[in-house]
């Protein structure tokens, strides 16, 4: 069984030691390469991820460590019982283009939940964590969602590059829509009050794995845009290969409004 207050703590320690090899490489990059179209990798997404999975199995030996750049990495564990889900770099457009927004993503699962959660903001040197059953916290003080109505005119809700690009009339239907380029730190502000609610129908698994137990515990509601849940994943689950993974979270006041405001992707 592990310990999960001693694995959020080396969490927050591996995310921070990330933090520093970003911020050791930020506005000094010489080039970016490209995964695709609008997904660029560069030498600080290698060099963190490298860090973070070797890390991580040195916590839990045996555990294996899924990310962004490497895939699959460690020993054999069983995905039933434990592995590490990271994003070694959130934000990678944000940060080639040298602007300040991005983060260190590190979820704990269990049985396919979210048991341990963490996102590293560097440039703030802030940290959100969050413990399954034991709250959600921002630098060691504790967070609760907003009480605000999502659908307020000056509600702030947190959208994707994909809502804006490919779908220009939805943003119709929001109140005040808001894209950092980084769904981890949307999800954890959405977390701290901030935001009201959050959404992408194409993020992947690393990025929302950890912001999901922040929002959770702090008090909002994590689920698809149909309303179904996310969690638990299977240990076959395609998301672990880097499929496309949908959210839609909220302060959890009229979520179900939310919900149907989405239904109509991709036709709207």
Known sequence: MHELPRLVREAERIA???????????????????????????????????????ACVAVTPGVPVYGEEYGRYGADGSLSDA???????????NYAASMPLYAVSIAFLQAGRPTVGVIYDPTRDQAFTAVEGAGSYRDGVRMTVSERDPFDPVAPIAISADIIRRRPKFLTRLPKGRSLGSAA??????????????????????????????VTEAGGVVTRWDGSSIFPVAPDDPGFAGA????????????????DMTTGWPDC
């Open 16 to 54: 921070r030691e990330a933090g520093g090899i970003l911020l050791r490489h930020f506005e000094q990059l010489t080039a970016v390469e490209s995964k695709g179209h609008g997904d660029p990798v560069t030498a600080a997404d290698r060099e963190s991820e490298e860090y973070v999975r070797e």
């Open 83 to 93: 592995c590490w889900v990271v994003d070694p770099l959130d934000g990678t457009v």
């Open 185 to 214: 730190l949307q999800m954890s502000y959405v977390a701290a009050g901030i935001f009201d609610a959050a959404m992408d129908p194409l993020t992947r698994l690393w990025d929302v794995a950890a912001g999901s137990l922040l």
């Open 244 to 259: 496309p993974v949908e959210y839609l979270v909220s302060n959890g006041l009229r979520h179900a409004d939310l919900v």
